[in-house]
């Protein structure tokens, strides 16, 4: 029996039945760009950890940070007692944020839902309405708040009821609701607009992807960001824009939401800003952060190993200047894609900022009709040939690699996607058969 088939019969045996692994990878050491599993085989993470790892596996200056602070302590209770790192580390978080959010003050959490949370709360504590807004196919989290919003899968969903008094409204999935992409934009608005005035004062906010994960890695019109920003304000309600898989400069800027000429009320973070330790923060605009002590905390928050490394991380992404290179990057995978699409039938749509990108997978280009059995295909041979890549939506694979890639690191793991395609191609000319999808896509966020 191998390391591998030993762990994963152990696994089995003690783990939560909900979680759901695509790949019997099993996890070994990682450096920059590369995982090892078990076993010793090398793969290119194309996933970086669901886009947690932007600055790479052990980064030395991440690992310096938690080394150093390990030295002194690891945990102080950060919301009962001060302390410089978690303080350091705020100051520089704001600094990398737009104008007046840089100005604004920060509540630490431990994960992307827990920001969600805290976002939902603060909207509520501010405005008293009992409804938040969120869209069709959003991702927010799983814990009862977030997940009363989040609507990306029925799973996560089912068996889970009563959540919270939410409204959901379309978001402009263009390429799949088969309209032109201002079109949609209105329509979506429309929808929204509507909704605002249904719900009245019983509004507190609208929650938003700016850049869809989960649901697709779906880019939004810039008319739809910046029409939602304008329906936020004539309705005087709060904008909180879900940054936890789009931020910490996946798409060139700090917030993906920079792209679209918008800032938000309230901001969620997480992944990418802890330098892979558990980190997350909810930060809002300085005016609407003045609940009292005791209206919201939490144990964890400012934990000090997870502040040093994403202190460190911050700004060792600035010293490699990761967001010029996500740019870099994700045009050059953005133009290559775009050749294949071209090409291949099964390679319905390419979109994408930066690094933040989604090649959707259908059965052919006029139907658009998704193609999740392909879509599983292709990303297993991506696996076999060492490449780990991950799925979005119904039948979407993402490109999120770490945002330190190279270009050469780049090309291989497109060559082998493309070879990948080829391979689907031939072998459904052959009259091969597509075995049932095993990857839900209900599990991965
Ligand atoms: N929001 C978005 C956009 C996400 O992609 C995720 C996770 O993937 C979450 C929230 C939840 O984050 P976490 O899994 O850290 O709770």
Not at 278 to 289: K, N, Q
């Amino acid at each position: 029996m191998t390391k591998t088939v030993d762990i994963i019969k152990r696994d089995k045996a003690v783990l939560s039945t909900s979680m759901t692994r695509d790949f019997d990878f099993v996890f070994k050491k990682g450096r920059g760009c590369n995982i090892w599993d078990t076993d010793g085989k090398k793969y290119l993470d194309f996933a970086a950890g669901i886009a947690v790892m932007a600055a790479g596996h052990e980064a030395p200056p991440v690992v310096a940070a938690i080394k150093k602070q390990l030295a002194n302590a690891t945990h102080c209770a950060f919301p009962d007692f001060y302390a410089e790192t978690p303080l350091l580390y705020a100051e520089t978080l704001l600094g990398n944020m737009p104008k007046p959010l840089n100005n604004g003050r920060i509540f630490f959490t431990n994960s992307g839902t827990e920001a969600v949370e805290a976002g939902v709360k603060l909207a509520k504590w501010n405005k008293r309405g009992s409804h938040m807004i969120a869209f069709d196919h959003c991702f927010h989290g799983r814990t009862m708040g977030s997940l009363s919003m989040t609507n990306s899968k029925p799973i996560q969903r089912e068996g889970f009821e009563p959540f919270l008094p939410v409204k959901h409204v379309p978001y402009p999935y263009w390429y799949r609701m088969k309209m032109e992409p201002e079109e949609c934009s209105s329509h979506c608005l429309n929808a929204l607009e509507k909704t605002l005035f249904e719900l009245g004062d019983n509004c507190s906010g609208v929650f938003m992807e700016t850049i869809q994960g989960e649901g697709g890695y779906v880019v939004p019109p810039k008319s739809f960001v910046q029409g939602v920003r304008k329906l936020c304000d004539e309705h005087d309600v709060i904008m909180c824009s879900d940054e936890v898989q789009s931020g910490c400069y996946r798409t060139g800027k700090f917030l993906a939401i920079e792209n679209f000429g918008v800032t938000p009320d309230i901001v969620a973070m997480a992944k990418g800003i802890g330098g892979g330790l558990p980190l997350g923060a909810m930060v809002a605009r300085r005016e609407l952060m003045t609940w009292p002590p005791g209206a919201h905390s939490n144990t964890y928050g400012g934990n000090l190993l997870a502040s040093a490394a994403g202190k460190a991380t911050l700004d060792y992404l600035k010293k490699k200047k990761a967001a010029q290179n996500a740019v870099k990057i994700g045009n050059h995978i953005m133009k290559r894609l775009n050749e294949m699409k071209d090409k291949y039938e099964h390679l319905g749509d390419v979109r994408g900022i930066g690094l933040m990108i989604g090649a959707e997978i259908v059965h052919d280009k006029k139907s658009r009709e998704p193609a999740p059995a392909e879509r599983e295909f292709i990303i297993h041979r991506c696996f076999d040939k060492g490449v780990i890549m991950i799925g979005a939506g119904k039948s979407v694979i993402r490109f999120c690699p770490p945002l330190i890639i190279t270009k050469a690191e780049a090309d291989h793991g497109l060559d082998v996607f493309v070879h990948s395609l080829k391979m689907l191609h031939e072998h459904k000319k052959k009259g091969g058969k597509m075995t049932e999808p095993r990857i839900t896509r209900d599990h991965y966020t």
